[in-house]
């Protein structure tokens, strides 16, 4: 185990997953707990991992007073209230990609199904009913397909309906005129063209403000008489009531949904409580949410689920990070030295000047520049608000933490030329003064501080270290040395900066903290004009 963290798992994830939560972590596994009983214990846990259906709601996140990460496994998040989860410095993770081939395969199952009726003729098959003449469907090719979000499973779904000899026309205003190419879908322009052309409409979006109700009644007016509906994303997409009637009414023939607004349970042997019309109606076939339900994708999912959960919860920052901007591997593997310096020169000015800061200035220079700004720029924040606040900063909060507290960031990069192939130099202005840190990274990932409060010293930080500023004069050294070693603290590394302006800082790596007593006889040693203890 990692550390004491516990964590509990509200739906089912695959055994991998749960296996690998339990080598790193404590777990309580509590599959379709009531909502009600999840606020009464979220307490006691570190992290949740939810699918679908736990309803992860800011009241929730709010009595999770020691939940730090939130984990999806799957790939929608309508069910995780991602703006508190940001505001509460709660990292959601998910599985984006996980589950995505056994979604479009599920769409292309359906499709199939109310193509030629399979439900409902093997049911009646089963009754010995082999009336075939009730069951004539109709054929794929040649039929036009309207995909609604050309994302990830729509994009998918594309392609493999090209397969079957169909004319795939798709509607998504968010990506570019390639992407439509590159799958070979026809892009429309607008709904209604899409509505008038298909049919067949399957719908392949993010459940949103926007989307939720899309296809409602005005829309189901705009159809092709006899179109056939499929629905393997988000309940609600399309209106249930709307939908009921059009199949009532012979507009829609047919449709196949996989998800509803409100999700019943998936562990009951009977959900009573469930009750939706559209079940009573006979072109109509449903699945209970079954989209990511296959070996492979459960298996990608909850393990990936388990790894993130894990790492995030160990500080680490992981890909799939849903309230973040997202880095892929290869970005985070290079950026992190620098995410660790950042954090380091944050933290150092919070322990060297306990001033509120107003504006932050950073500036990178050489390799570092390549990097994405904003990352470093969290760090720093990160590094700076963390150990301020009662509440908790880290990645995911920091940039609104600042915002919210009035710190006005600055990012900007230079080709400027330097000693060092990389710098970070930050420059923190607070109502009094402003005073300026840089760093660097050597090698893969050892870290440098090479300008501290405007002298020029270059250290590694450590654990704890002792910062002097003194007169640049013989013996003050000696004598700083002598009390260390009469409090018996070891010093690992010394490093004293030019002189400037007749005062030098001397950084001191030592193996423990100090003392109030010793801090302040140092201060009192002649020519010393400050001495920082720091704890990075
Ligand atoms: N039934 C199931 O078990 C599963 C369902 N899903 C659901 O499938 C859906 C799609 O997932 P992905 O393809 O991974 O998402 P994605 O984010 O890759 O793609 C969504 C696409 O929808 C487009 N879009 C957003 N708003 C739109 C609008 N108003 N009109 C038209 N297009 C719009 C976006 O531009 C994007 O291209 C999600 O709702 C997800 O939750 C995903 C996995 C399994
Ligand atoms: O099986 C599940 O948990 C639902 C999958 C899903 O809808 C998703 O990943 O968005």
Same mark, same amino acid.
């Given at each position: 185990?990692?550390?004491?963290?516990?964590?509990?798992?509200?739906?089912?994830?695959?055994?991998?997953?749960?296996?690998?939560?339990?080598?790193?972590?404590?777990?309580?596994?509590?599959?379709?707990?009531?909502?009600?009983?999840?606020?009464?214990?979220?307490?006691?846990?570190?992290?949740?991992?939810?699918?679908?259906?736990?309803?992860?709601?800011?009241?929730?996140?709010?009595?999770?007073?020691?939940?730090?990460?939130?984990?999806?496994?799957?790939?929608?998040?309508?069910?995780?209230?991602?703006?508190?989860?940001?505001?509460? $410095?709660?990292?959601? /993770? *998910?599985?984006?990609? !996980?589950?995505? =081939?056994?979604?479009?395969? %599920?769409?292309? +199952?359906?499709?199939?199904?109310?193509?030629?009726?399979?439900?409902?003729?093997?049911?009646?098959?089963?009754?010995?009913?082999?009336?075939?003449?009730?069951?004539?469907?109709?054929?794929?090719?040649?039929?036009?397909?309207?995909?609604?979000?050309?994302?990830?499973?729509?994009?998918?779904?594309?392609?493999?309906?090209?397969?079957?000899?169909?004319?795939?026309?798709?509607?998504?205003?968010?990506?570019?005129?390639?992407?439509?190419?590159?799958?070979?879908?026809?892009?429309?322009?607008?709904?209604?063209?899409?509505?008038?052309?298909?049919?067949?409409?399957?719908?392949?979006?993010?459940?949103?403000?926007?989307?939720?109700?899309?296809?409602?009644?005005?829309?189901?007016?705009?159809?092709?008489? $006899?179109?056939?509906? /499929? *629905?393997?994303?988000? !309940?609600?997409? =399309?209106?249930?009531?709307? %939908?009921?009637? +059009?199949?009532?009414?012979?507009?829609?023939?047919?449709?196949?949904?996989?998800?509803?607004?409100?999700?019943?349970?998936?562990?009951?042997?009977?959900?009573?409580?469930?009750?939706?019309?559209?079940?009573?109606?006979?072109?109509?076939?449903?699945?209970?949410?079954?989209?990511?339900?296959?070996?492979?994708?459960?298996?990608?999912?909850?393990?990936?689920?388990?790894?993130?959960?894990?790492?995030?919860?160990?500080?680490?920052?992981?890909?799939?990070?849903?309230?973040?901007?997202?880095?892929?591997?290869?970005?985070?593997?290079?950026?992190?030295?620098?995410?660790?310096?950042?954090?380091?020169?944050?933290?150092?000015?919070?322990?060297?000047?306990?001033?509120?800061?107003?504006?932050?200035?950073?500036?990178?220079?050489?390799?570092?520049?390549?990097?994405?700004?904003?990352?470093?720029?969290?760090?720093?924040?990160?590094?700076?608000?963390?150990?301020?606040?009662?509440?908790?900063?880290?990645?995911?909060?920091?940039?609104?933490?600042?915002?919210?507290?009035?710190?006005?960031?600055?990012?900007?990069?230079?080709?400027?030329?330097?000693?060092?192939?990389?710098?970070?130099?930050?420059?923190?202005?607070?109502?009094?003064?402003?005073?300026?840190?840089?760093?660097?990274?050597?090698?893969?990932?050892?870290?440098?501080?090479?300008?501290?409060?405007?002298?020029?010293?270059?250290?590694?930080?450590?654990?704890?270290?002792?910062?002097?500023?003194?007169?640049?004069?013989?013996?003050?050294?000696?004598?700083?040395?002598?009390?260390?070693?009469?409090?018996?603290?070891?010093?690992?590394?010394?490093?004293?900066?030019?002189?400037?302006?007749?005062?030098?800082?001397?950084?001191?790596?030592?193996?423990?903290?100090?003392?109030?007593?010793?801090?302040?006889?140092?201060?009192?040693?002649?020519?010393?004009?400050?001495?920082?203890?720091?704890?990075?």
């Amino acid at each position: 185990m990692d550390r004491e963290y516990r964590i509990i798992v509200t739906e089912r994830i695959d055994e991998a997953g749960i296996q690998y939560l339990k080598e790193h972590a404590e777990v309580d596994i509590k599959y379709d707990v009531p909502y009600e009983e999840l606020l009464k214990i979220i307490d006691e846990y570190d992290a949740i991992i939810v699918r679908s259906v736990t309803n992860v709601s800011e009241e929730l996140m709010k009595a999770g007073k020691k939940l730090k990460v939130v984990g999806r496994a799957g790939n929608g998040t309508d069910n995780i209230d991602l703006d508190a989860a940001t505001r509460l $410095g709660i990292i959601v /993770v *998910n599985t984006p990609e !996980g589950n995505i =081939i056994a979604a479009a395969e %599920l769409t292309i +199952a359906h499709i199939l199904a109310i193509s030629r009726n399979l439900p409902q003729a093997n049911y009646a098959a089963k009754q010995k009913d082999f009336r075939r003449n009730r069951f004539n469907g109709v054929e794929l090719y040649g039929k036009t397909v309207g995909i609604i979000g050309l994302g990830r499973i729509g994009s998918l779904v594309a392609t493999r309906l090209k397969a079957f000899g169909m004319r795939v026309i798709a509607y998504d205003p968010y990506i570019s005129d390639e992407r439509f190419t590159k799958f070979g879908a026809e892009k429309v322009e607008n709904l209604d063209d899409l509505l008038r052309q298909s049919d067949f409409i399957t719908i392949h979006t993010p459940r949103t403000p926007e989307t939720m109700g899309m296809i409602g009644k005005e829309e189901l007016k705009k159809v092709k008489k $006899g179109v056939r509906i /499929v *629905n393997c994303a988000r !309940g609600g997409l =399309i209106d249930e009531e709307a %939908l009921y009637e +059009a199949l009532k009414e012979g507009i829609v023939a047919a449709a196949a949904l996989d998800v509803f607004v409100k999700e019943p349970s998936y562990e009951k042997e009977r959900d009573e409580d469930f009750d939706n019309p559209l079940l009573n109606l006979d072109n109509v076939i449903v699945t209970p949410h079954l989209g990511a339900s296959t070996v492979e994708a459960q298996y990608n999912v909850g393990y990936s689920v388990a790894k993130a959960v894990i790492a995030a919860l160990n500080g680490e920052i992981t890909p799939n990070v849903v309230n973040m901007p997202q880095l892929d591997k290869e970005e985070l593997f290079a950026m992190k030295p620098f995410l660790n310096l950042g954090e380091k020169i944050g933290n150092i000015y919070y322990q060297v000047e306990r001033e509120p800061v107003k504006k932050i200035e950073i500036n990178l220079s050489g390799d570092v520049a390549q990097c994405r700004s904003q990352f470093i720029s969290m760090s720093v924040l990160k590094g700076l608000l963390d150990p301020v606040l009662n509440e908790r900063v880290n990645f995911v909060n920091a940039e609104y933490v600042a915002k919210s507290r009035g710190i006005d960031v600055v990012v900007s990069s230079s080709n400027e030329v330097s000693d060092y192939t990389n710098l970070v130099k930050v420059r923190f202005e607070n109502a009094k003064r402003s005073l300026e840190f840089a760093g660097t990274v050597f090698g893969k990932n050892e870290l440098r501080i090479v300008n501290f409060m405007g002298y020029e010293v270059e250290f590694a930080p450590s654990e704890y270290m002792l910062v002097v500023k003194n007169v640049d004069k013989p013996g003050v050294i000696g004598q700083i040395g002598t009390l260390l070693g009469v409090s018996k603290v070891n010093i690992s590394m010394m490093r004293v900066s030019p002189s400037k302006d007749g005062k030098a800082l001397m950084v001191l790596g030592i193996d423990r903290g100090l003392s109030r007593e010793t801090l302040s006889m140092i201060k009192n040693i002649e020519g010393v004009e400050n001495a920082i203890m720091m704890n990075l």
